[in-house]
Antibody
Framework: EVQLVESGGGSIQPGGSLTLSCVAS????????MHWVRQRPGKGLEWVSG????????GYGDSVKDRFIVSRENAKNSVYLRLSRLEPADTALYYC????????????????WGRGTPVTVSS | QSVLTQPPSVSGAPGQRVTISCTGG?????????VHWYQQRPGTAPKLLIF???NRPSGVPDRFSGSKSGTSASLAITGLRADDEADYYC???????????FGGGTKVTVL
């Protein structure tokens, strides 16, 4: 079964840091770019970051640029998102999603999604 | 304020047809970038519904169709069913933002 499982979310104070993980199974992980998408409570979807199959290129949404870092370990079928200098506005459910293509900038077609991991930023 | 504009809500009776618009601009849809659509039922993760403007992944019924023209795209649902109640999001690429953008989402209610 094709599956993505996120973990690492939790409650954290403003200014803090957190690393989210996403483990993939059921498909050839290194054939696909990966993305992170978040959804603030009661709000819509927001693209956060993308990474190519070989980590050769990464991209970020404007609201997280310079604060978040995406990475992956193909040997572990895993993609990560390091969140730093967190703000209350970063409170959201963070989804990991698979791109149908190896290079995310060719597609942004998100054909498999995890269930998400929640992040709450509050003092 | 989303780069792609969708109506907040649409509704229809069972069996009817509804359409959802997604209006962008010259830096995204108007430049020819593909539009994808996602369905998100309450409490669940989004699901790819339409890709490349008009294509359906396997398993998506042909009651769902997509189209694109100029700076806008549309999703149509025919033969509306109770389990179509969900939020629907359009997505494209924006060259000025150098990244993907989503519409604000449209809630479909079956009366």
């Amino acid at each position: 079964e094709v599956q993505l499982v996120e973990s690492g979310g939790g409650s954290i104070q403003p200014g803090g840091s957190l690393t989210l993980s996403c483990v993939a199974s059921g498909f050839a992980f290194d054939d696909h770019a990966m993305h992170w998408v978040r959804q603030r409570p009661g709000k819509g979807l927001e693209w956060v970051s993308g990474i190519t199959w070989n980590s050769g290129k990464v991209g970020y949404g404007d609201s997280v640029k310079d604060r978040f870092i995406v990475s992956r370990e193909n040997a572990k079928n895993s993609v990560y998102l390091r969140l730093s200098r967190l703000e209350p506005a970063d409170t959201a459910l963070y989804y990991c999603a698979r791109d149908s293509e190896p290079n995310y900038y060719d597609s942004y077609k998100l054909d498999v999604w995890g269930r998400g991991t929640p992040v709450t930023v509050s003092s | 304020q989303s780069v792609l504009t969708q109506p907040p809500s649409v509704s229809g009776a069972p069996g009817q047809r509804v359409t959802i618009s997604c209006t962008g601009g010259d830096s995204n849809i108007g430049l020819g970038y593909d539009v994808h659509w996602y369905q998100q039922r309450p409490g669940t993760a989004p699901k790819l519904l339409i890709f490349g403007n008009k294509n359906r992944p396997s398993g998506v019924p042909d009651r769902f169709s997509g189209s694109k023209s100029g700076t806008s795209a549309s999703l149509a649902i025919t033969g509306l069913r109770a389990d179509d109640e969900a939020d629907y999001y359009c997505q494209s690429y924006d060259i000025l933002l150098s990244g993907s953008v989503f519409g604000g989402g449209t809630k479909v209610t079956v009366l």
